[in-house]
């Protein structure tokens, strides 16, 4: 009996394919940017670059929200820091590297700060609480314009690429290096420990204080990573913009970031990459219809309804998202 039972087990790990590992996939999509980013023509780069800062706060926020169930309507303000930390460095300094590495760290300590009283709180005090940011860091660079410029904002110094390599496709690299290193730490952070506390956490916090788990602690930590994350993006938005303002990062952003990684799927890395490509691909088509209406009050306004349509067809049709979407397949007689 024991002899079939490890024949069978033999035979069903034959069958399944063995998985895949986190550095594998980002090896093989960085193969596929760079080699994308010689056939795209220099404003599709620009989009690419573009998807590619948007997947770093997308993955942020989707292990925030989707596998810690802490609501998040303030990361566009986080983004806000660590765009301007990196124009306020680069003015000094001018030096890009060490200039983004300070905008995580900055908003890495915001996020922390901001964690710590998110802690405390839940459900639409918590949307509250993160609302009050987006609402607060608007109005610091008005109060303090002698550093921030106002509502002009900060332009970006920064040096012309290396060699001959034309900008777009130099931005394309550089913004998907930092979406797929922040992706590949994400993929084994919530492989191990920290991912099943969080997941516990987030279905059911008696549980996991029975358990061993440090509720507290990992809430204040899951909103650390997102927040890093953020300020990564904010960071690659200024190189993007090459100027920073407070117009650039409105209340509206981080309600399509949510709306992104809602749609794309939550606690997914990939429906966070199916968000990042909605909040280019939708902006976009309302821009060319805004733009063929001869309205540019009307842009802004169908991209937020795009989004809407977009958030309840996908509900109605997967409650999981993009991302859980499972198309059924032929059986062998079915094919025969």
Known sequence: MTILQDATKTKDHQKSPPKSTPLLLVIAGAIIVVALTYVLPPFRNYQLATIGAYFCVTAGLTVLTGLNGQLSLGHGALMATGAYTLALWQNKFDLLLPGIALAVLVTTVVGGIIGLAAARLRGPYLAGLTLAVAVVVPSITSTFDKTFNSDQGLSVALDPPPGVIPVEQWQAWLCWAGALLTVLVLAYLVRGRFGRDLRAVRDDETAAKLAGVGVARTQVMAFVVSAACAGLAGALFAVLAQSVSPGAF?????????????????????????????????????????????????????????????????????????????????SRRQKG
């Open 250 to 330: 409105p209340l509206t952003l981080s309600l399509f970031l949510l709306m992104a990684i809602v749609i794309g799927g939550l606690g997914r890395l990939t429906g966070a990459l199916i968000g990042a490509v909605l909040l280019v691909a939708l902006p976009s088509v309302a821009q060319s219809i805004a733009e063929d209406a001869g309205s540019q009050h009307l842009e802004g306004n169908l991209a937020l309804t795009f989004f809407g349509v977009v958030l309840v067809l996908v509900m109605l049709a997967a409650p999981g998202g993009l991302a859980a979407l499972k198309f059924p397949r032929r």
